[in-house]
């Protein structure tokens, strides 16, 4: 599976941000699809994962509430709906194709390059 995220830029503290990941290859459908994000000197960490079937989500406790993924699977295309944006949110934003528990986890079988998202006034 090959990702392809976009959807990054500056944004003021407060804004909404979309980002897309479009993917090719093996059945999108087949696989969980998550979010992750790495902010300069930090780890990368889990932001939010959809089931196969869009059925289920996961969000990490610093996003709930302000991020959604949704997921488009006739399109071959994973969303990351981005709301109330904090500075501490600035980070390379990844997706990223695997199974359910594993992308909570913080492992993939596919990743994408990365967007970078930059929340400054």
């Known amino acids: 599976v090959q990702l392809q995220a976009s959807g990054g830029g500056l944004v003021q503290p407060g804004g909404p941000l979309r980002l897309s990941c479009a993917a090719s290859g093996r059945p999108f459908s087949s696989y969980a699809m998550g979010w992750f994000r790495q902010a300069p000197g930090k780890e990368r960490e889990f932001v939010a994962s959809?089931?196969?079937?869009?059925?289920?989500?996961y969000y990490a406790d610093s996003v709930k509430g302000r991020f959604t993924i949704s997921r488009d699977n006739a399109k071959n295309t994973v969303y990351l709906q981005t709301n109330s944006l904090k500075p501490e949110d600035t980070a390379v934003y990844y997706c990223?194709?695997?199974?359910?528990?594993?992308?909570?986890?913080?492992?993939?079988?596919?990743w994408g390059q990365g967007t970078q998202v930059t929340v400054s006034s």
């Open positions: 959809i089931s196969w079937s869009g059925g289920s989500t």
């Open positions: 990223a194709a695997g199974g359910t528990r594993t992308l909570v986890r913080g492992t993939a079988d596919y």
